[in-house]
């Protein structure tokens, strides 16, 4: 089992950046695939970023491409998204996730462990 904690959200101004930690407790993360998601309130939950462990390899939503980054920390089996340019639209509870691939995924419903996510408020 794969345990997952989000952290880093917050209230932000609009233009601003936050950079969301999630802290994997796994013997090794080689075999996974991780992606953070977004849910807003009366929303579908929207894929944000993804990057396989092994390869580094990553995919960012077109939303957010250009503002965002996904990275890892092999020592710390931790995955971060640094999000720039925050816009009001990006305010939602932050989801990490993982997934038994070595290939990037974009489709919530292929992740089979996530965290208890992480708000982030984005005011104007």
């Known amino acids: 089992q794969v345990q997952l904690v989000e952290s880093g959200g917050g209230l932000v101004q609009a233009g601003g950046s936050l950079r969301l930690s999630c802290a994997a407790s796994a013997r090794t993360l080689s075999p996974y695939t991780m992606g953070w998601f977004r849910q807003a309130p009366g929303k579908e939950r929207e894929f944000v970023a993804t990057?396989?462990?092994?390869?580094?390899?990553?995919y960012l939503a077109d939303s957010v491409r250009d503002r965002f980054t996904i990275s890892r920390d092999n020592d710390k089996n931790t995955v971060y998204l640094q999000m720039n340019l925050l816009k009001p639209e990006d305010t939602a509870v932050y989801y990490c996730?993982?997934?038994?691939?070595?290939?990037?995924?974009?489709?919530?419903?292929?992740?089979?462990?996530w965290g208890q996510g992480t708000q982030v408020t984005v005011s104007s």
């Open positions: 990057i396989s462990w092994s390869s580094g390899r990553t």
């Open positions: 996730a993982a997934t038994p691939s070595t290939m990037p995924t974009m489709s919530p419903r292929t992740y089979v462990y």
